[in-house]
């Protein structure tokens, strides 16, 4: 038997990289699975679900089951419909893994502010959206799980990456509170 049968998680950013290999792994070990991607390009341009369906329809081809979803962690409305969506498809919510991430590195004096908080709204901001959307559901339950990715940027820097750190040490605090 899977070790996560009966479980559903949400793995934010889940379309590519670490994300997709998370959503897989949860889908072959039983887990229901909610995929989230926006889709968005490498420089944050356009949306298309296709490719979270696409991890979708691998999880279901090897047996497990799992929806796709386009919502971006950045919004607050985007994060609620996502948990929605796990419960009103599943009947719960066990697991979100805050994995949805992007990069706008630069020099810090040449850091536009638009760089700055496109980088805290995904990373920090949507790891507190996506997490506090499943808190009471969690709390009803009695029981939940959270992961958030970090990243050494968070814990002792990284030259070009002062949004990134600046966020990743944010989600740490974010884990320990």
Same mark, same amino acid.
């Given at each position: 038997? *899977? %070790? ?7 793995? +934010? ?11 897989? %792994?949860?889908? @072959? ?6 995929? !989230? ?10 949306? $298309? +679900?296709?490719?979270?369906? *696409? ?5 279901? @081809?090897? /047996?497990?089951?799992? &929806?796709?979803?386009?919502? =971006? ?10 948990? &929605?969506?796990?419960? $009103? ?17 630069? #020099?810090? #004096? !040449? ?9 805290? $709204?995904?990373?920090? !901001? /949507?790891? #507190?959206?996506?997490? %506090?959307? @499943?808190?009471?559901? #969690? ?5 939940? =799980? ?13 030259? /070009?990456?002062?949004?990134? *750190? ?12």
């Amino acid at each position: 038997m *899977a %070790r996560l049968t009966g479980k559903v998680a949400i793995v +934010t950013g889940s379309s590519s990289g670490i994300g997709k290999a998370i959503a897989l %792994r949860y889908g @072959a070990e039983g887990a229901k699975v909610v995929v !989230n991607d926006l889709g968005a390009s490498l420089q944050g341009e356009g949306r $298309d +679900t296709a490719r979270a369906q *696409a991890v979708v329809d691998e999880i279901v @081809a090897g /047996g497990g089951q799992a &929806t796709a979803n386009g919502d =971006s962690v950045a919004d607050w409305d985007g994060a609620n419909r996502m948990v &929605t969506q796990a419960v $009103d498809t599943y009947g719960r919510i066990d697991a979100v893994i805050n994995n949805a991430g992007i990069l706008r590195d630069r #020099f810090f #004096f !040449n850091m536009s502010p638009e760089e700055w908080r496109a980088v805290i $709204d995904v990373h920090l !901001n /949507g790891a #507190f959206y996506v997490s %506090r959307a @499943a808190a009471p559901h #969690f709390k009803e339950q009695q029981g939940g =799980s959270y992961i958030h990715m970090g990243s050494t940027s968070g814990l002792v820097g990284n030259f /070009g990456q002062a949004n990134c *750190a600046a966020a990743k040490l944010g989600i740490s605090a974010l884990a320990k509170s």
